[in-house]
């Protein structure tokens, strides 16, 4: 069974960075087809916030560019996020996704979340 496991986030003042990690436990027989992230503010909906697809294409939301980072390392089926010059508009919970394809068949599956707040 194939989880998502996630660590990074945390209280920082505005400005600030964080860095996110996600990284796969368990499975195999797996690739990755998309990794990223989306995150989801109080009253709102949840958003992407970056990912990659096979291919090599990324992709980013208006709001983050320029500040935001998204890297992974394929040996370790892991993604991470470089957040800087973090805003109070950042603020929200983070969920890792990733897009498995095993065969034919492309399955999503999600971390548990983690925790950003940036104060201002």
């Known amino acids: 069974q194939v989880q998502l496991v996630e660590s990074g986030g945390g209280l920082v003042q505005a400005g600030g960075s964080l860095r996110l990690s996600c990284a796969t436990s368990g499975g195999s027989g797996f690739s990755i087809n998309g990794m990223g992230w989306y995150r989801q503010a109080p009253g709102k909906q949840r958003e992407l916030v970056a990912a990659f697809r096979r291919g090599g294409s990324v992709t980013y939301t208006d709001p983050v560019k320029g500040r935001f980072t998204i890297s992974s390392d394929n040996a370790k089926n892991a993604v991470y996020l470089q957040m800087n010059s973090l805003k109070p508009e950042d603020t929200a919970v983070y969920y890792c996704?990733?897009?498995?394809?095993?065969?034919?068949?492309?399955?999503?599956?999600w971390g548990q979340g983690t925790q950003v707040t940036v104060s201002s």
């Open positions: 996704f990733a897009d498995l394809l095993r065969g034919a068949t492309i399955k999503a599956y």
